[in-house]
RNA sequence: GCCGGAGUGGCGGAACUGGUAGACGCAGCGGACUUAAAAUCCGCUGUCCUUGUAUAGGACGUGCCGGUUCGAGUCCGGCCUCCGGCACCA
């Protein structure tokens, strides 16, 4: 007999789908499925947490093809980003050259493990055909206004020699290289996100397929407090604007504090305030933000007036005030805000009550922390006896009738920072002129291409390196024709990501970004793949890009996907992330080799539920192979019958049958580990079953192979090709089971004691409670255990437990 | 500190709305086949104990302490540990 050849049944399977095209995407599909995984950053050859990230797609692919969906399953290359310009510098490597080589080995990859993509829908965002749409989105949202250039202070990294995101920026470091981010002021283009702050705030509730965590991180990021902004003066007419949402406390500031970034601050002209500012900007995030540092402060010697009493509030600067959150300046009010709290202690700024608690007393001199809580409002002139909720309120109404203050919303979001300053990215489509100033390319002359490589220096100075491209960079003007410049800035490679989803759609489109028609055949995503560590930065911007697109009229819906799907990472056996640097990752490629792909995807779906992270070892994969192997050897030998007649009564039917079930509904739930199992225990079941030549076990075996095929889709189609089968096993409905035989006929009864189990019995479905109750009471051991005893009360749940309890 | 998630055999992991804890697999042990090994096949495998040695019985056991319940891995209260996110957001 021959023996299980994957390499044979790899090469059979794959050219039956070649010549099906199984994988091309419908033209006008009737029952729609959008299933999308995150694309891939080619950074050289997939490991195995890539891997199962594809599997797990093709897994629900194969399902869902099964079951009659058509479906749009796309894939493509983020293909810009710094690691290319890295390769450069480093190796003298062309960064095209060196992206597009790993594209064509992790494509190739791909490819060898039959992940159902429809190839012909590839796109690659380093292509100007591509590019060109994150420039005129660039130009549309000018347009509308949503992008702005704007001089602020802004995340730098000093390795990578470019500006960050706020959402690039972790716990105070590079999301790239983890070098510690510095502030630097530059004038840099930002997209309006907060405009949608509220939008997307409020559409996370629509999200009813994504995991909770993430709605939460989202809500959590974007941030919403509702307060007020109000405006103090100071002393020479000067409007300084707070942002609170205490405005009950307001007849409780002592002092206004004012980040060092601040005009106003930087204006001061005094040398301690000075030299102050000078060092908080020096200062790294890191160091600036740690929590254990006390928060240090000096004072401006200016004055700001209250706009209640006309009380002097003295003005300082601190650097725990944030310049890029509200106003940039606070008021601070020690009593009941424990930053402020700590900041007067430490500088014996006068301290004023308030708030008083419902349940006890508060008083300056004797308090060791700030009250934050809510009570009664005292020392507030008219406000007096005002429960402080409704106070905030009264608050704002009277500052809204003198005009110095207003009910405000404000956001933790930030506006998003897309301009970089590097060269591997889409050139910003914007000229700027001596003459007219900034000026936006005309749409019809994009793309503006990115510059030969040859002409570029990679090296980074913190100068964009499109500055040296002297045909690039030096331009006329669209509007007046005069010499101007083109802006050496490239986008943030997040632009690429935020709207490739709906790109697929159409995306060899060259008059539009995509065509309306295309997109309402396909668009939303209906389950998205990928990993959570996008949850507040991909998946923001991609959903804000979609509601852009919604609000332009290309799309009848504004949330790309209606269902998220994190899968867990994959980690070394040490439990450390596989990284190039840390030389722990494993090709998915010399396991192929050696036990086939179908070997290779049972080994990662059957090694945990995909959610969780994964330690990755090589110990499970025998299993996967001698599952396959088994199934191989049983099977083949008895393939012939085509229509064969199962015995219903026949418990190797009742087995399948109930396998079915259970398979489907894992299916349903993406939980390919118990799914896997139950195909074992099944097979189990088959191997021992004795008459090999009876209908039953073809019948058997057939419908075993039909729901093996999302799991192990090359041995399946090669067994389904030998039953007789012309067409491509995916092409087959995917199989029914027959709900009687689901159920047993013959049950098992747990006898309980107390509690305790002490017998099992054989019994037929729906037997009596009394005849239970009878058998049980008959039996030796439970005898023994109630001997002695008087039964207080029986407990029986139907077909399955018996508990008797006797004292 | 705040917000999520998770702690189950030697290991990966099962256990639906409270109802047989440890499915399935890996590793291990014993056996068959073999000159031998590998592969394959069969059996055993949570810990401890008892005797009448057999399809036997019992105690304990799901991070810790307590509670609810006839019955808790699952529910409630209080902790511990680990992982992830946020972290002066006024």
């Not at 902004?229 to 009950?248: A, N, Q, S």
């Not at 500088?347 to 308030?354: A, D, F, L």
């Not at 019995?761 to 005849?771: A, D, K, Q, V």
């Amino acid at each position: 007999m021959s023996r299980y050849n994957f390499k044979e049944i790899e090469e059979f399977s794959q050219e039956r789908w070649k010549k099906a095209k199984i994988y091309k995407t419908p033209e006008n599909p009737e029952k729609k499925f959008y299933l999308l995984e995150m694309f891939a950053y080619p950074s050289g050859d997939m490991h195995i947490g890539h891997t199962r990230n594809y599997v797990i797609g093709d897994t629900v692919w194969r399902y869902k093809k099964m079951q009659g969906y058509d479906l749009l399953h796309p894939f493509g290359w983020d293909a810009f980003g710094l690691p290319a310009e890295q390769a450069a510098i480093k190796r003298g490597e062309s960064p095209k050259k060196w992206t597009y080589g790993n594209i064509a080995t992790s494509r190739n990859t791909l490819k060898r493990l039959q992940i159902s993509y429809d190839w012909d829908r590839e796109i690659i965002t380093a292509e100007p055909e591509y590019y060109r749409w994150n420039q005129w989105l660039f130009l549309k949202l000018f347009e509308k206004g949503l992008v702005y250039r704007k001089k602020s202070f802004v995340n730098w990294c000093d390795s990578c020699k470019t500006v960050l995101a706020n959402e690039q920026v972790i716990g105070g470091e590079c999301w790239r290289c983890g070098t510690s981010v510095r502030k630097k002021e530059m004038e840099q283009w930002f997209i309006r996100i907060t405009a949608y702050a509220e939008r997307l705030l409020n559409d996370i509730d629509k999200l009813e397929g994504w995991p909770e965590n993430v709605k939460i991180m989202q809500r959590n990021w974007i941030g919403r407090s509702e307060g007020a902004e109000i405006d103090f003066y100071t002393e020479d007419g000067y409007k300084l604007p707070v942002f609170t949402t205490r405005p009950d406390t307001l007849f409780g500031v002592t002092f206004i504090s004012i980040a060092p970034e601040h005009p106003y601050a930087r204006g001061i002209d005094k040398e301690e305030v000075k030299k102050y500012i000078d060092n908080a900007l020096m200062m790294s995030e890191i160091e600036r933000q740690s929590e254990e540092r006390e928060k240090t402060g000096v004072p401006t010697g200016k004055f700001a007036i209250h706009p209640f009493t006309g009380e002097k509030i003295e003005i300082w600067v601190a650097d725990y005030v944030l310049a890029s959150y509200g106003t940039g300046i606070v008021m601070g009010v020690p009593a009941h805000d424990q930053r402020d709290f700590e900041f007067a202690k430490k500088y014996n700024i006068p301290i004023k009550v308030v708030i008083m608690p419902p349940d006890q007393g508060l008083s300056p001199d004797t308090m060791e922390m700030a009250y934050e809580g809510h009570g009664m409002m005292v020392n507030s002139a008219q406000f007096n006896g005002l429960d402080s909720e409704l106070g905030k309120k009264k608050v704002i109404e009277a500052l809204e009738k003198v005009g110095k203050g207003r009910g405000k919303v404000t956001y933790r979001l930030r506006d998003w920072l897309i301009s970089r300053q590097r060269y591997w990215g889409t050139p910003i489509p914007v000229v700027h002129c001596e003459k007219c100033g900034i000026v936006p390319v005309p749409e019809e002359q994009l793309p503006v291409l990115l510059p030969p490589e040859e002409e570029v220096n990679f090296i980074p100075t913190g100068r964009s390196p499109l500055e040296d491209a002297r045909d690039f960079y030096h331009t006329k003007c669209p509007k007046c024709g005069g010499p101007a410049h083109r802006d050496a800035d490239t986008m943030d490679t997040f632009v690429d990501s935020s709207w490739y989803h709906l790109r697929y759609f159409d995306p060899h489109n060259d008059k539009e970004i995509f065509s309306k028609e295309e997109a309402r055949k396909w668009h939303p995503i209906d389950l998205y793949i990928g990993g959570v560590e996008h949850a507040t930065g991909h998946l923001i911007y991609f959903r804000f890009m979609t509601k852009f697109l919604y609000d332009l009229g290309y799309l009848d819906s504004d949330e790309p996907a209606l269902a998220l799907f994190n899968q867990g990472m994959v980690m070394d056996e040490k439990g450390e992330v596989m990284s190039k640097s840390k030389e722990n990752v494993v090709s998915p490629i010399g396991l192929i080799e050696r036990v086939g792909v179908d070997a290779t995807r049972i080994a990662i779906l059957f090694a945990a539920p995909p959610e969780r992270d994964l330690l990755w070892s090589e110990k499970g994969v025998k299993g996967a192979e001698r599952f396959l192997s088994r199934i191989y050897n049983h099977f083949m030998p008895y393939i012939d019958k085509k229509n064969p007649e199962p015995d219903k009564k026949d418990p190797l039917y009742r087995g399948i049958e109930k396998t079915k079930k259970i398979v489907t509904e894992d299916l349903e739930h993406m939980r390919f580990n118990t799914g896997i199992a139950a195909l074992m225990e099944m097979l189990n079941q088959i191997t021992a079953y004795p008459s090999r030549d009876s209908e039953t076990y073809v019948y058997v075996i057939q419908e075993f192979t039909k729901i093996l095929a999302p799991f192990a889709p090359h041995l399946a189609e090669f067994l389904y090709a030998k039953f007789g089968e012309k067409q491509s096993i995916f092409l087959e409905a995917w199989p029914s089971y027959h709900e009687d035989a689901v159920k047993e006929e013959i049950v098992t009864v747990v006898v309980q004691v107390n509690g305790k189990v002490r017998a099992r019995l054989e019994i037929e479905r729906n037997t009596s409670e009394e005849e239970v109750i009878k058998s049980a009471l008959s039996h030796e051991n439970v005898k023994r255990h109630i001997d002695g005893k008087e039964i207080r009360k029986t407990i029986y749940i139907k077909n399955k437990i018996l508990n008797i309890v006797a004292r």
